[in-house]
Nanobody, 124 residues
């Protein structure tokens, strides 16, 4: 059983940066792919970034490509999401998720473990 705890959310001005962290415990972290999803109230949760087992594979949707960077530290059992050039439309609750499959992108149901989420608000 994998437990995930996100941190690093907060309020930032447009154009600013934040780095989210997700600490994992209870499983073999290096054998789990990690994904970041985000959700705005009233909307479906959407995929924001993903990284495969060995960091060789990453994936970003067009909405964040070039601004977000996902990385992982398999010694610290932590995955990060560096978010730059933030826009108001990036405002959401951000969740990290873990999958036993080796993939850089997956649908929600391919991730079996989820964190509790951390709020990111981009506003002046």
């Amino acid at each position: 059983q994998v437990q995930l705890v996100e941190s690093g959310g907060g309020l930032v001005q447009p154009g600013g940066s934040l780095r989210l962290s997700c600490a994992a415990s209870g499983g073999t972290f290096s054998r789990h792919s990690m994904g970041w999803f985000r959700q705005v109230p009233g909307k479906e949760r959407e995929f924001a970034a993903g990284i495969a087992w060995s960091s060789a594979g990453t994936y970003y949707p067009d909405s964040v490509k070039g601004r977000f960077t996902v990385s992982r530290d398999n010694v610290k059992n932590t995955v990060y999401l560096q978010m730059n050039s933030l826009k108001p439309e990036d405002t959401a609750v951000y969740y990290c998720a873990a999958s036993r499959r080796n993939l850089a992108y997956g649908a929600e149901n391919e991730y079996g473990y989820w964190g509790q989420g951390t709020q990111v608000t981009v506003s002046s």
